[in-house]
């Protein structure tokens, strides 16, 4: 065992030998990975072996495509057999909302580039005889999904990395990590000390007990999951025989199960509701190649549907039950990445679909760790997106509601109730005694609309417009037309202070940094020139600024921060989180109530738009910023939690002679859509560059040299090829949710080579590991390109919308060819709705406040 690498890898899953292929493909050659015992003896070994590219989040989905598609190239690097059978598969639906669910995925896949097909319950029985196709509405099929050997495919990421000149350490614990001066780790293990420059936790079922080595509690936990195999099955053998195909695999929603053949049998797997943790506190080290007893009660439910929509496998004999434990992060996707706050340890764990998500795991991670980025819109899998309320009671709760909820339809406007609340604000019983229905925004309980007084405040979850739709409509019309208040406790907040700061924030900021009292909007870059934050900063003092961000982004940005912040101590920087809380008043007649709660001026000529300034605001210390997301006149009042509900008993004290409301996110959500206002995370993301995302107005290319600045010059020069575009669409009863293609009648334009979104710059290899960007079809990537005169095409893609209130229309926005941004016209775009296509017109100037002339004052 060598004494001194650049990597170390602990853990021989198939995430791990994946890490550690695409590590030494990348060039990191002198790696090690090291494994307690032998390969797969976590969950990889019993898996079974199913893969496929859907995923509820599409830049999931483009890695698991990538995935799929890196098999081949494995086998023939490594010269070991994946024993992949690419069947293709089915998933059925049982009602029309479920319909709806694979329109939905459908739609999506159109502009991911995926083949799929909406097809009848008797095309699906032609496919899978076994079914009873009277218990089903539609069904959709999937020809990239398969399965393979878990052991042979983990076995073959070992071998390629091996012959790339990676190094493996079998039957060797790693007991302890610390870290020298210097940032490297030493690697304790069973047969001696590692020293490393960068350390991967690839435990998987060890996961946080690896984390809790360096004082991390990693939000995972592991299911028992089981799956049964029956005896060989003559209906399976004259199918293979007369057609000379294996059958496909089959996801049932309503059964909760998914089936495939296995050998000359039926293989049948259920995520049940009645599921069951595995040892929800520490994983024990003494745990091999063992499964667990199994517990055919606790999948009864199941089976009983299962039986019924799969008479053909009701009456064959079960050879053997598999019961064994596998990890889920709180939402069912991977953890991935650098951890906040520690220097050089890496995180891939909580891959509960190792054989689906393994290999663009292992890209993005070694992407990470050479390049410096992921190369990839990571966030749906990103470690940073949980916080510290993400507990191991948290966990627990959320990963058995996601469990027992794998094959349940997640509706747009659906809060989840586990493990909630988490985090509240002073006001949250106030909110609740006022009939607010709450939504999770990043752990903390946050008003979402208001019921009316005598109902009860809950949503009806659908995919069409719900029963909050007239209420927050109400919410709209009342700020817009006099005033509202709102809880913003749930933005993330940020001071940097230090003789440093300015220069500091001017590095990694696009926009000028304001004067003393002044206010600027400015988006941050990566070196890639692409949107990676898009913030609101003050300058409250000398050498003092305070930041608002996205709240859901706080540890992705305090990453980023902290990995550019001067080694010297000149800058400091501190995030809130809920130590600052905040409230917003808006509307025409925001600045008269403000006034009656200050002593000082605060007319539009003394408090400017876009000022900052601190103020008793009730008789509370608080900071304002004359600026809101409403887009309408008003205010952001900044105060500590303790003083919270003395300024919001004033705001509605003094507010009640304007008609004031209290108004809830959705209500936001409407009011920015009628300013063309982007969100952080939906129309801004880590694929799309400045001037894709139209915010020209805030990058400086000549104020000095910002990270990013090249490759931002570069896009502006070149001219984008993307345009962030706002629509009004002629929606029935449902308006667009994000992630719908937009269609174009276009005349003959070729629009070149536009890589549709989740992949840019990604490093592409050849079969024998070599670096190549020429090919697009190897990942997965597709363009748009040679469209026809007269046709119809997929040409873009719907980030977010709803419905503006005020204006009275849905809108939508969405990303299309820079080249038809500027169209107007009525007739040339459609957004798929629901498997509907309905007209929609680009919009440019905001429909409400064109002039921006209410929002100054
Ligand atoms: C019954 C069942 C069915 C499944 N079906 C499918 C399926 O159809 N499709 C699919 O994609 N996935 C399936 N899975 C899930 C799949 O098995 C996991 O996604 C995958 O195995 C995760 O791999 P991993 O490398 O992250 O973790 P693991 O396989 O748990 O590997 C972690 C490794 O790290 C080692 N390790 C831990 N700590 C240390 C340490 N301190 N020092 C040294 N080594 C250490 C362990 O010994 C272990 O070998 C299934 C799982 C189960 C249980």
């Given at each position: 065992m060598k004494s001194h690498v650049k990597a170390v890898v602990i853990g021989g899953g198939v995430v791990g030998c994946s890490v550690l292929y695409h590590l030494a493909r990348s060039g990191w050659t002198d790696i090690m990975l090291?494994?307690?015992?032998?390969?797969?003896?976590?969950?990889?070994?019993?898996?079974?072996?199913?893969?496929?590219?859907?995923?509820?989040?599409?830049?999931?989905?483009?890695?698991?495509?990538?995935?799929?598609?890196?098999?081949?190239?494995?086998?023939?690097?490594?010269?070991?057999?994946?024993?992949?059978?690419?069947?293709?598969?089915?998933?059925?639906?049982?009602?029309?909302?479920?319909?709806?669910?694979?329109?939905?995925?459908?739609?999506?896949?159109?502009?991911?580039?995926?083949?799929?097909?909406?097809?009848?319950?008797?095309?699906?029985?032609?496919?899978?005889?076994?079914?009873?196709?009277?218990?089903?509405?539609?069904?959709?099929?999937?020809?990239?999904?398969?399965?393979?050997?878990?052991?042979?495919?983990?076995?073959?990421?070992?071998?390629?990395?091996?012959?790339?000149?990676?190094?493996?350490?079998?039957?060797?614990?790693?007991?302890?990590?610390?870290?020298?001066?210097?940032?490297?780790?030493?690697?304790?293990?069973?047969?001696?000390?590692?020293?490393?420059?960068?350390?991967?936790?690839?435990?998987?079922?060890?996961?946080?007990?690896?984390?809790?080595?360096?004082?991390?509690?990693?939000?995972?936990?592991?299911?028992?999951?089981?799956?049964l195999l029956t005896e060989p099955m003559p209906e399976v053998e004259a199918f293979n025989r007369e057609t000379g195909r294996e059958m496909v695999g089959v996801l049932d929603f309503k059964g909760e199960i998914y089936t495939r053949q296995e050998r000359n049998g039926i293989l049948l797997g259920t995520y049940e509701k009645a599921c069951k943790p595995w040892s929800p506190v520490n994983t024990p080290w003494d745990f091999g190649h063992e499964l667990l007893a199994p517990d055919l009660d606790r999948i009864a439910p199941s089976l009983e549907i299962g039986f019924k929509h799969f008479p053909g496998i009701a009456n064959a004999g079960i050879k053997q039950v598999i019961n064994g434990p596998f990890t889920f992060a709180p939402d069912g996707n991977p953890l991935v990445g650098p951890v906040q706050g520690l220097t050089n340890y890496w995180v891939a764990c909580g891959v509960m679909a190792g054989f689906s998500q393994g290999g663009g795991v292992g890209l993005a991670l070694s992407n990470w760790m050479v390049d410096g980025d992921p190369g990839f819109d990571v966030w749906g899998m990103d470690v940073a997106r949980f916080g510290e309320w993400a507990s191991l009671r948290y966990t627990n709760a959320k990963v058995r509601e996601n469990y027992s909820r794998r094959f349940s339809i997640r509706f747009p406007n659906e809060e989840l109730p586990a493990a909630r609340p988490a985090q509240t604000t002073p006001l949250y019983d106030t909110m609740v005694a006022q009939n607010a229905v709450m939504g999770d925004s990043w752990g903390l309980e946050t008003p979402l609309w208001f019921a009316p007084e005598g109902s009860e405040p809950r949503d009806i979850v659908s995919f069409h417009r719900s029963n909050d739709f007239e209420h927050v409509g109400n919410e709209v019309r009342a700020v817009r037309e006099r005033v509202g208040v709102t809880e913003i406790a749930n933005f993330a907040k940020y001071a940097v202070s230090g003789p440093a700061a300015e220069d500091f924030l001017n590095r990694l900021m696009t926009n000028r940094m304001p004067k003393t009292g002044r206010i600027v909007l400015t988006p941050m870059l990566n070196e890639f020139g692409k949107l990676i934050g898009d913030f609101t900063i003050a300058k409250t003092g000398d050498e003092c600024f305070m930041i608002w961000g996205s709240s859901a982004a706080q540890k992705y940005h305090m990453r980023w921060f902290e990995k550019h912040l001067p080694k010297d101590g000149s800058v400091r920087i501190h995030r809130y989180d809920q130590t600052l809380v905040g409230l917003s008043i808006a509307g025409p007649k925001s600045q008269a109530l403000l006034?009656?709660?200050?002593?000082?001026?605060?007319?539009?000529?003394?408090?400017?738009?876009?000022?900052?300034?601190?103020?008793?605001?009730?008789?509370?210390?608080?900071?304002?910023?004359?600026?809101?997301?409403?887009?309408?006149?008003?205010?952001?009042?900044?105060?500590?939690?303790?003083?919270?509900?003395?300024?919001?008993?004033?705001?509605?004290?003094?507010?009640?002679?304007?008609?004031?409301?209290?108004?809830?996110?959705?209500?936001?959500?409407?009011?920015?859509?009628?300013?063309?206002?982007?969100?952080?995370?939906?129309?801004?993301?880590?694929?799309?560059?400045?001037?894709?995302?139209?915010?020209?107005?805030?990058?400086?290319?000549?104020?000095?040299?910002?990270?990013?600045?090249?490759?931002?010059?570069?896009?502006?020069?070149?001219?984008?090829?993307?345009?962030?575009?706002?629509?009004?669409?002629?929606?029935?009863?449902?308006?667009?949710?994000?992630?719908?293609?937009?269609?174009?009648?276009?005349?003959?334009?070729?629009?070149?080579?536009?890589?549709?979104?989740?992949?840019?710059?990604?490093?592409?290899?050849?079969?024998?590991?070599?670096?190549?960007?020429?090919?697009?079809?190897?990942?997965?990537?597709?363009?748009?390109?040679?469209?026809?005169?007269?046709?119809?095409?997929?040409?873009?893609?719907?980030?977010?919308?709803?419905?503006?209130?005020?204006?009275?229309?849905?809108?939508?926005?969405?990303?299309?060819?820079?080249?038809?941004?500027?169209?107007?016209?009525?007739?040339?775009?459609?957004?798929?709705?629901?498997?509907?296509?309905?007209?929609?017109?680009?919009?440019?100037?905001?429909?409400?406040?064109?002039?921006?002339?209410?929002?100054?004052?």
């Open positions: 090291i494994e307690r015992s032998e390969l797969t003896s976590g969950s990889s070994w019993h898996a079974a072996g199913g893969f496929h590219t859907l995923n509820g989040d599409p830049n999931v989905a483009k890695l698991q495509a990538y995935t799929v598609q890196l098999y081949k190239e494995l086998e023939e690097i490594s010269g070991q057999s994946c024993s992949l059978h690419l069947t293709g598969g089915v998933m059925l639906a049982d009602s029309p909302e479920r319909m709806d669910f694979l329109r939905l995925a459908h739609a999506k896949g159109r502009y991911l580039g995926m083949d799929t097909e909406l097809i009848t319950p008797s095309e699906a029985k032609a496919m899978f005889p076994l079914m009873d196709e009277s218990h089903f509405v539609g069904a959709m099929w999937d020809p990239v999904e398969g399965h393979l050997d878990p052991s042979g495919t983990t076995i073959a990421y070992s071998k390629a990395a091996k012959k790339l000149g990676a190094e493996i350490v079998l039957r060797n614990p790693v007991r302890e990590l610390t870290q020298e001066a210097d940032g490297t780790w030493n690697v304790i293990t069973e047969q001696g000390t590692v020293r490393a420059e960068h350390v991967v936790n690839c435990g998987g079922l060890w996961a946080r007990e690896v984390g809790r080595m360096v004082g991390v509690e990693l939000p995972v936990l592991a299911m028992e999951h089981m799956y006034q009656k709660l200050v002593d000082v001026d605060v007319s539009s000529k003394a408090f400017r738009f876009m000022d900052f300034r601190e103020m008793a605001v009730g008789g509370a210390p608080c900071m304002v910023n004359r600026i809101t997301y409403t887009g309408d006149l008003g205010y952001e009042i900044w105060m500590e939690p303790a003083y919270e509900r003395l300024v919001y008993a004033a705001i509605k004290d003094a507010g009640a002679e304007f008609g004031i409301v209290d108004f809830g996110m959705r209500a936001l959500l409407s009011m920015r859509l009628e300013k063309n206002f982007p969100t952080w995370f939906r129309e801004l993301r880590p694929i799309y560059g400045p001037f894709e995302g139209g915010m020209e107005r805030f990058i400086k290319l000549e104020k000095n040299d910002f990270i990013g600045r090249e490759a931002a010059a570069r896009e502006h020069a070149d001219g984008p090829k993307l345009a962030r575009v706002s629509f009004l669409v002629d929606a029935l009863d449902a308006d667009v949710m994000g992630d719908e293609p937009i269609w174009a009648k276009v005349n003959g334009t070729d629009f070149g080579t536009i890589e549709k979104p989740h992949g840019y710059g990604a490093p592409r290899f050849d079969a024998a590991g070599k670096e190549t960007r020429s090919s697009e079809a190897d990942h997965g990537a597709s363009s748009v390109r040679g469209i026809h005169d007269g046709e119809w095409s997929v040409i873009g893609w719907v980030t977010s919308g709803g419905y503006a209130h005020f204006v009275g229309k849905s809108m939508a926005q969405g990303y299309v060819p820079a080249a038809l941004a500027n169209d107007e016209s009525e007739g040339l775009f459609e957004i798929e709705i629901l498997g509907q296509r309905r007209p929609a017109r680009i919009n440019i100037e905001p429909p409400f406040d064109p002039s921006g002339e209410k929002m100054r004052g």
